[in-house]
């Protein structure tokens, strides 16, 4: 995808772009909300080799947390949360730019306190402490 | 500054050249450093070590990935690269067969280690689609291949 709006020039390939970002984070967050159960295609290489990653299960937090199910979410993995919350920023950063909240959620201290919440919980899954 | 197609000095922000009217660097006749005239072959000044063609001093001949509008979320790289698939933070940025070596070789990695490998390989290929993201969002460009 990237490589086709590269070829399109200035403003049009921005707001393509802006168009494609948005419509995929919407059929996401539609897909996750509206579907009964999830497909069980993990999307991880090493589900299908039985080794234990620190992201297993969080496509699976995705859908607990769109439906309500937060506790059910957090034994999953953790990581969920940080995803759904990225899902969010994003929505709001591409809608409303300039909005208030999203500058508050959308800058480099939110960013790098969210990679580090990303690591610990990851790391948290890989050793089972959750 | 000097204009490196007539070797006058040009200020360092100046558009043309007022000497001779050409891209101050888009000559190869004087060095920007010094004004020794130098040969079109030259990548470097021998006088003062300057480089004549930034771009052939860079190491890699490939094209570089321009900053896209609106950015990527560095975070969102970082969690793509990290939660689907490793190396599918870098594809979206652009750096395509960077990130397919680094899915193939996170699986050959962690396939290897029994699973523990992906300790390294996990936040290793998470941090660098961020540090490459944050670089794309405040305006440089990238390498096909540039790491971290």
Redesign the interface.
């Known amino acids: ?3 086709l ?2 070829r399109w020039p200035g403003i049009q ?2 707001v393509t ?2 168009r494609v ?1 948005l419509a995929l984070i919407v059929a996401a967050i539609a897909y996750f909300t509206l579907s009964r159960t999830l497909l069980n295609i993990p ?4 589900a299908y ?1 039985g ?5 297993c299960g ?1 496509t699976r937090a995705v859908w607990q947390i769109f439906h309500g199910h937060f506790w059910a979410a957090w034994s999953l993995n953790p ?1 969920g949360f ?2 759904v919350f ?1 899902l969010l ?2 929505l709001s ?2 809608s409303a ?1 300039r909005h208030l909240v999203v500058r508050i959620v ?1 800058n480099q201290v939110a ?1 790098i306190a ?2 580090g919440a ?2 610990c919980a ?2 948290m899954k ?1 050793l089972h402490v959750v | 500054m000097y204009c490196q197609n007539c070797g006058k000095a040009v200020a360092e922000n100046a558009a043309v050249c007022l000497s001779c009217g050409a891209l101050p660097r888009s000559g190869n006749q004087f060095c920007p450093g010094c004004a020794t005239p130098t040969q079109p072959i030259q990548v470097v000044c021998v006088k003062c070590g300057a480089a004549l063609n930034p771009g052939a001093l860079s190491g890699s001949s490939g094209e570089r990935i321009a900053p896209c509008n609106p950015p990527r979320d560095p975070v969102l790289m970082a969690a793509l690269s990290g939660c689907c698939i490793a190396g599918l933070g870098q594809i979206v940025l652009g750096q395509v067969a960077k990130g397919v070596v680094i899915m193939l070789g996170s699986m050959v990695i962690g396939v290897l280690t029994m699973g523990v490998g992906i300790l390294v390989t996990w936040p290793a290929g998470a941090v660098d689609a961020y540090l490459v993201a944050k670089k794309l969002k405040e305006g440089r460009s990238v390498g096909q291949w540039e790491f971290f």
């Open positions: 995808m990237g490589i709006l590269e390939r921005a772009a802006r970002e999307m991880c290489p090493f080799l080794i234990n990653c620190p992201t969080t990581i940080i995803v990225l920023r994003r950063v591409l730019p959308s960013d969210l990679l990303f690591f990851g790391f890989f």
